[in-house]
């Protein structure tokens, strides 16, 4: 499956939500887009506010004390990180980093992938996991495609939409296979801090065609200020830094960051309620007649209409009661059956089931 022409459609558009119903934003309950339940970690606020009197200075270019805090929580070096403005705007360098012309694509995938390759002048063809399948990435359809000539593969894992996760030693195979094609290997592991064992940093940091792609928005729950960052070796770094425009990063945002990452706490907190909540969510979501729901690993479950009704029009019926949820027949390899929604608080979870009731259980 190959790909001219791409658009990317994405969750969390709450305030245009809250615009069409006429109502405050913070009205809106948003299971659309997977952001940590427990907002920033509590000192982010405050490191936030004690920045602010350094904006009329310009930010501390290339964000090294953040790149040193991150090389210190993965355990690599300052050389093998570099900080830029969400994980979006390194998806949008990477192919000018990479160089070449063809994509390989696991799907389904993130919509920014396309939407920045094509942008590139780049061809896109998809290998495409199957819900038939649990979205298991197929190791041996992935060689015979390799074996066609690639200059990069995108996996994400976990896999969004789908919640999906590859194991160590499977991205271990796939690192192998891309090695034995000369294909650069970039991991989106934009959710991986939900599951952090299972990062293939110490694979990737040991290549020398490879790039993890990570993201301090969702666990830490800061979207609003655009932080991200990729993992690789130096020479890989190098090229991608070049490509980041100066200052990417803002003051604010490099001081958030910094205190995110001090609080190992909060992370501690985090995993544990994104456990029980995802467990939790899904045995209720399961019982529901109308609906399958999918294993995920992240903050978010991937979930399937089973009686023919389109998860837009439900989508739309839940909208009155001001709750969102993110159909997903504009991902790749997913159609009007399928729906996301994140893995929120307890309360925020009963709302949502109990709609769900409402409007699937008659």
Same mark, same amino acid.
């Given at each position: 499956?190959?790909?001219?022409?791409?658009?990317?459609?994405?969750?969390?558009?709450?305030?245009?939500?809250?615009?069409?119903?006429?109502?405050?934003?913070?009205?809106?309950?948003?299971?659309?887009?997977?952001? $940590?339940?427990?907002?920033? %970690?509590?000192?982010?606020?405050?490191?936030?506010?004690?920045?602010?009197?350094?904006?009329?200075?310009?930010?501390?270019?290339?964000?090294?004390?953040?790149?040193? @805090?991150?090389?210190?929580?993965?355990?690599?070096?300052?050389?093998?990180?570099?900080?830029?403005?969400?994980?979006?705007?390194?998806?949008?360098?990477?192919?000018?980093?990479?160089?070449?012309?063809?994509?390989?694509?696991?799907?389904? %995938?993130?919509?920014?992938?396309?939407?920045?390759?094509?942008?590139?002048?780049?061809?896109?063809?998809?290998?495409?996991?199957?819900?038939? *399948?649990?979205?298991?990435?197929?190791?041996?359809?992935?060689? *015979?495609?390799?074996?066609?000539?690639?200059?990069?593969?995108?996996?994400? $894992?976990?896999? $969004?939409?789908?919640?999906?996760?590859?194991?160590?030693?499977?991205?271990?195979?796939?690192?192998?296979?891309?090695?034995?094609?000369?294909?650069?290997?970039?991991?989106?592991?934009? !959710?991986?801090?939900?599951?952090?064992?299972?990062?293939?940093?110490?694979?990737?940091? $040991?290549? *020398?065609?490879?790039?993890?792609?990570?993201?301090?928005?969702?666990? !830490?729950?800061?979207?609003?200020?655009?932080?991200?960052?990729?993992?690789?070796?130096?020479?890989?770094?190098?090229?991608?830094?070049?490509?980041? %425009?100066?200052?990417?990063?803002?003051?604010?945002?490099?001081?958030?960051?910094?205190?995110?990452?001090?609080? %190992?706490?909060?992370?501690?907190?985090?995993?544990?309620?994104?456990? *029980?909540?995802?467990?939790?969510?899904?045995?209720?979501?399961?019982?529901?007649?109308?609906?399958?729901?999918?294993? @995920?690993?992240?903050?978010?479950?991937?979930?399937?209409?089973?009686?023919?009704?389109? @998860?837009?029009?439900?989508?739309?019926?839940?909208?009155?009661?001001?709750?969102?949820?993110?159909?997903?027949?504009?991902?790749?390899?997913?159609?009007?059956?399928?729906?996301?929604?994140?893995?929120?608080?307890?309360?925020?979870?009963?709302?949502?089931?109990?709609?769900?009731?409402?409007?699937?259980?008659?």
């Amino acid at each position: 499956m190959a790909v001219s022409e791409a658009s990317c459609v994405h969750g969390g558009n709450v305030f245009a939500v809250a615009r069409q119903l006429g109502v405050a934003p913070a009205e809106i309950l948003d299971f659309s887009a997977s952001i $940590n339940p427990l907002g920033p %970690p509590p000192g982010v606020a405050e490191a936030v506010a004690a920045a602010f009197a350094r904006v009329v200075h310009y930010p501390d270019d290339g964000a090294p004390e953040l790149r040193a @805090a991150l090389a210190g929580y993965h355990g690599c070096r300052p050389d093998e990180v570099c900080v830029a403005n969400g994980s979006t705007e390194l998806i949008w360098a990477l192919p000018r980093a990479v160089g070449g012309r063809r994509a390989l694509v696991v799907a389904p %995938p993130f919509g920014e992938y396309a939407q920045a390759l094509v942008q590139a002048g780049w061809q896109v063809d998809y290998l495409l996991t199957t819900a038939a *399948e649990g979205f298991t990435l197929p190791l041996d359809q992935l060689a *015979e495609r390799l074996a066609a000539g690639y200059d990069l593969l995108l996996l994400g $894992n976990p896999g $969004n939409p789908t919640g999906a996760l590859v194991p160590p030693a499977t991205v271990a195979e796939v690192a192998r296979l891309c090695r034995q094609r000369s294909t650069f290997l970039a991991l989106d592991e934009a !959710f991986m801090n939900f599951c952090e064992e299972s990062s293939a940093k110490g694979i990737v940091l $040991n290549a *020398e065609r490879g790039m993890i792609l990570r993201s301090l928005t969702k666990f !830490f729950a800061l979207p609003g200020l655009r932080l991200g960052y990729a993992l690789g070796p130096t020479a890989v770094i190098a090229r991608l830094a070049a490509q980041v %425009p100066p200052w990417s990063v803002g003051t604010l945002a490099q001081a958030a960051g910094l205190a995110a990452l001090a609080d %190992p706490a909060y992370r501690e907190r985090t995993r544990q309620l994104i456990a *029980e909540e995802r467990c939790w969510l899904a045995l209720q979501l399961a019982e529901l007649p109308a609906l399958q729901v999918y294993p @995920a690993a992240a903050n978010y479950l991937l979930v399937e209409m089973t009686t023919g009704l389109p @998860a837009a029009v439900l989508r739309d019926r839940l909208l009155p009661e001001r709750i969102l949820i993110r159909e997903c027949s504009t991902f790749v390899g997913l159609d009007n059956r399928f729906f996301r929604v994140a893995v929120r608080s307890r309360a925020d979870n009963d709302r949502l089931v109990a709609a769900l009731q409402r409007h699937l259980v008659s």
